[in-house]
């Protein structure tokens, strides 16, 4: 997965997690989302089950990293 993660850093910062936080934060988002990706049930999932997956995911590290969330 590539990419700048301009939308993951929206969500970081409306959660509002620390700048210093949130390279850690993409990571674990990141590898936490590649294996939801490889599922191969994944294409045929509905668009909510997929941003839900991906919400539900952001969620997680930024509790657990995130000072303020």
Known sequence: MQGNGEHMVAMLNILECGQEEQQAVRQ??????AQVLADDHYAEMPHHEKADSYYRIVAKHASQQCAAS
Do not use: K
């Open 28 to 33: 674990g988002i990141r590898s936490d989302f």
